[in-house]
C-alpha cells in the first residue's frame, strides 16, 4: 500500500514497502526541483537544496535549479550579487531557463529585490518551446533603474508563458538615454516583449510609483507602470496600478490582441506629453486589436489624450478591426489637457462598445473618430462628441448616487439609478465585482464596478 504525506506543505513524500525504496528513493532525487536561498546565517553549500545549505544569493540557487526547476526565497532583501549577469545592464537575478521563482512565506514586503538604484531587478531570458514557463511569485522588485526597458521585471521576446504573481512592483525608473529618433523608455515596472504566439498574466500585484523618462528631444517615454507587447493572450487580472508616469502612457500599455483589464483600479497615473504630442492613455492603453475592460475602476488619471482609456489602431487606412469593450466599469474623475480628448478616447478602429458602465465627472466623457455603442450605461450623452447609440442608458443627469465621491468611494448607494440596471452576460455568471462579491446578486446586473448589498436583506424559505 502506498500512503501519501504532506511535508511542510510543499513536497510529497511516499510511504512504500521497504523492497521498493531504494527505488523510489532514486526517483524522488531525479523529480525533486527545489532549490533554496536565503539570509538566515546558514552556510551556503551547493547545490542548495535545503534551507540549512542556501544559498545567501538568488543568482546562485537559479545556477544551481535545473530547468523548470523551483527556487524559493526566504524573506530578507536581495541585492546585486557578486556573480551578477550583465544582460542590457546588471541585474539583481538573471534567469536563463524555465523556472519558478518563488518566496517562501508569500509575503511580498518581507522578501524584496532591491536594484539599490542602479541595477534592473529580474530578466528572465529563454530560446522558446511550447513548454516554456516563468513564474516570479510573492516578491517586492523595487529601488530598481535601467536604460530604455524593463527596471523592476525584464522579459525578453524569447519567452512562452510568463505570469507575474502576488508582487508589488514599486519606485523603478526607466531612464532613455539615446539621442536617436523612436528610442524610448519602456516599462519601468513590467516590460514584457513577447514573440508571436506568445502570452502573459500579470495578477494581484501592485504597480505603484514607477517611471519613465527621457533626456532628449525626439525620443519618448512609455508605461511607467507595464509595458506588455505582443500577440498571444495578454491579461492583467486583480492589481492596484497607481501612481505610475511616462509621456505616452501613464499605468499600463498592452499591444495586439487579445487584450484583457479586470477586476482592477487604475488610479493616479499620468501620461505627462514629455516630447511628443501624441501620448495617451494616462490610466490605460491599448494598441492594435481587441482589448476588453472588464471590472475595473479607472480615476484620477491624466493625459493629453485619454485621461482614463486610450486606444489607437494600426495603420491608418483600413480596414480597421479593432474593438474596445468596457463593461461593467467605473470611470471617473479622469484629466485631459488636449482638445478632442477625453476619459475613454479611441482612434481608427471599427467600435466602441460600453456596456453597464458609468462615466462620471471627467472633463470630457468619450470622443472617438468612430460610432459608438453604449448600452445600460451611466453617461452625460450631451458631452460625448459623435453621439451615443444603444439602449438603456442613464443620460439625463441623473446623480448616480456614490456613497462618498470626495471619499473616492464609487460604490453605489440603495438609491441609485445604477441599481440593478444592468444587462446580464454570460461571462457574469458565477463572478465577482471589483469587491470580490457575487455579480449578479438581484436578477440584474449593477452599473458599475461594484455590487450593492441591500442591508437587512430577508430571505424566506418554505
Keep these: 500500500m502506498i500512503t501519501i504525506l504532506p511535508a511542510n506543505g510543499i513536497n510529497i513524500f511516499w510511504r512504500i514497502s521497504v523492497a521498493g525504496l531504494a527505488l523510489a528513493m532514486l526517483s524522488l532525487s531525479d523529480s525533486r526541483a527545489d532549490y533554496y536561498a536565503a539570509q538566515n546565517g546558514q552556510t551556503p553549500v551547493g547545490p542548495y537544496t535545503s534551507w540549512t545549505t542556501a544559498a545567501s544569493s538568488i543568482q546562485d ?12 526565497v526566504g524573506a530578507g532583501r536581495y541585492t546585486i550579487p557578486t556573480n551578477a549577469v550583465f544582460y542590457q545592464g546588471t541585474n539583481v537575478v538573471y534567469i536563463y531557463k524555465p523556472l519558478i521563482l ?12 532591491d536594484g539599490q538604484g542602479k541595477h534592473r531587478g529580474v530578466t528572465w531570458y529563454y530560446p522558446y518551446s511550447s513548454t516554456n514557463r516563468f513564474l516570479l511569485d510573492g516578491f517586492t ?48 515596472g513590467i516590460y514584457g516583449s513577447l514573440a508571436s504566439g506568445f502570452g502573459m498574466t500579470v495578477s494581484n500585484c501592485i504597480i505603484r510609483n514607477n517611471h519613465c523618462t527621457n533626456t532628449t528631444m525626439g525620443t519618448m517615454s512609455t508605461a511607467g507602470g ?38 482592477s483600479i487604475l488610479r493616479g497615473n499620468r501620461s505627462l506629453q514629455e ?4 501620448d495617451g492613455g494616462g490610466g490605460v492603453s491599448f494598441s492594435s486589436g481587441e482589448a476588453f475592460v472588464r471590472n475595473c475602476l479607472i480615476y484620477n488619471n491624466s493625459a493629453g489624450k485619454g ?24 470611470i471617473a474623475s479622469n484629466v485631459t489637457t488636449e482638445i478632442a480628448s477625453s476619459a475613454i478616447r479611441f482612434r481608427r478602429l471599427d467600435r466602441l462598445y460600453l456596456c453597464n458602465s458609468i462615466i462620471y465627472s471627467n472633463n470630457i466623457p468619450v470622443y472617438g473618430d468612430w460610432p459608438m455603442y453604449f448600452t445600460n450605461s451611466w453617461i452625460v450623452s450631451t458631452s460625448v462628441v459623435n453621439g451615443v447609440n444603444g439602449v438603456g442608458n442613464i443620460t439625463n443627469g441623473i446623480d448616480p448616487a456614490f456613497i462618498g465621491v470626495e471619499d473616492k468611494d464609487f460604490r453605489l448607494t440603495p438609491s441609485s439609478p445604477c441599481f440593478n440596471t444592468g ?8 463572478t465577482d465585482d471589483l469587491d470580490g462579491r457575487k455579480r449578479i446578486r438581484y436578477g440584474s446586473v449593477d452599473i458599475g464596478a461594484y455590487e450593492l448589498i441591500n442591508d437587512a436583506t430577508i430571505y424566506k424559505f418554505r
Design 226 to 263: 507595464a509595458y506588455i507587447y505582443g500577440t498571444g493572450r495578454k491579461l492583467v487580472t486583480h492589481c492596484l496600478i497607481e501612481s505610475n508616469s511616462g509621456a505616452r502612457s501613464g499605468g499600463l500599455l498592452m499591444g495586439y490582441s487579445p487584450m484583457t483589464v479586470e477586476n
Design 141 to 188: 522588485v523595487s529601488n530598481c533603474w535601467a536604460t530604455n526597458t524593463g527596471s523592476g521585471i525584464y522579459i525578453v521576446p524569447s519567452v512562452w508563458t510568463a505570469e507575474v504573481q502576488n508582487c508589488i512592483i514599486s519606485d523603478n525608473l526607466a531612464l532613455c538615454t539615446q539621442n536617436v529618433a523612436y528610442a524610448y523608455a519602456a516599462g519601468a
Design 61 to 72: 540557487a537559479v545556477n544551481a535549479a535545473p530547468t523548470n526547476g523551483v527556487v524559493w
Design 307 to 330: 485621461g482614463g482609456i486610450y486606444k489607437f489602431a494600426s495603420p491608418i487606412t483600413g480596414p480597421y478591426t479593432g474593438l474596445l469593450e468596457v463593461v461593467n466599469c467605473t
Design 102 to 113: 518563488r518566496s517562501s512565506n508569500g509575503v511580498p514586503a518581507r522578501t524584496v529585490i
Design 275 to 278: 516630447f511628443d504630442s501624441n
Design 423 to 430: 444587462t446580464n452576460q454570460d461571462w457574469m455568471i458565477n
